[in-house]
């Protein structure tokens, strides 16, 4: 079934500063939307204010999110129709949890279920994420995993999950080349064969052509480009997005004409 999630006009302040400017993304299940833009320019922040996780002293002076024509609250999407993987993913693991743990607050949450019977569910779910020996990882707490295998058992949350939709936030930014290339496969199969729906916050225009279907440019907390794949990289409409296009070109030395 396919489902549909709408970030509605978000704006937000610190104090006096407007940061983020009536910002509105419509991302579907089966695609990736990637959001891009230069370092500051907004793109962490338009995703915490859509999972209600703004940074403490910001205000959100209007803004809501709608799952198919349906808005629904903060608690409602956070692990129910929305995952997260974030660049650190060290961070979103609670320390003194092991993996176990973790994969069965996963399942539960919400639910009145019991957990001793979902032990093959979870280590099939981790197999499919690109863990070896997952019973093994099971009883690892996060200082015990590698930044690589953390971020796999970050994707192998969402899988258990059944969110619909992922945001993820520079998902591969502390990875080496190998275990990047491998994350960014494992992200597109679970679109492609699972019909997720992913926002993809990135810097990396490799990455953009390589995953992205559609492609939003946000600049100084506003949307100025909002385009296909293709369009994107042929004939790239803003000032900004032709800049981070023949920034990624020049690599190859080529350029737009
Ligand atoms: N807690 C905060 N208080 C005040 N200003 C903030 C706060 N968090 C972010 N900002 C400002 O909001 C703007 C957008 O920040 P944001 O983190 O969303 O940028 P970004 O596009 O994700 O950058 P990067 O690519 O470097 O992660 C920046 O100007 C930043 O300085």
Known sequence: MSHT????????YAG????IHNISLQIKTGEILALIG????????????????????????????????????????RGHTISTIMQNPRSAFNPVHTMKQHALETLTIGKQIKTDSYSDVIVKTMR??????PEK????????????????????????SGSPF????EPTTDLDLVMQSKILELLKSLVDKQQLGILLVT???GVVAKLAHRVA????????????????????????????????LSLYNMALE
């Open 5 to 12: 999630l709408a970030l509605n006009n978000y704006t937000i």
């Open 16 to 19: 006096q500063t407007r940061l």
């Open 38 to 77: 230069s370092s500051g320019s907004g793109k962490s922040l338009t995703c915490c204010a859509a999972l209600g996780a703004l940074p403490h002293g910001l205000h959100q002076s209007s803004g809501s999110v709608i799952f198919d024509d349906h808005q629904i609250t903060h608690e409602q999407l």
């Open 128 to 133: 499919e994420a690109g863990l070896d020996q």
């Open 137 to 160: 990882i099971l009883s690892l707490y996060p200082h015990e995993m590698s930044g690589g295998m953390l971020q796999r058992m970050m994707i192998a949350l969402t899988m258990l």
């Open 166 to 169: 992922l945001f993820a936030d």
């Open 203 to 205: 810097h990396d225009m």
């Open 217 to 248: 440019v946000i600049d100084q907390g506003q949307i100025v480009e909002h385009n296909s794949i293709s369009t994107i990289f042929t004939r790239p409409a803003h000032p900004i997005t032709r800049e981070l296009v023949n920034a990624h």
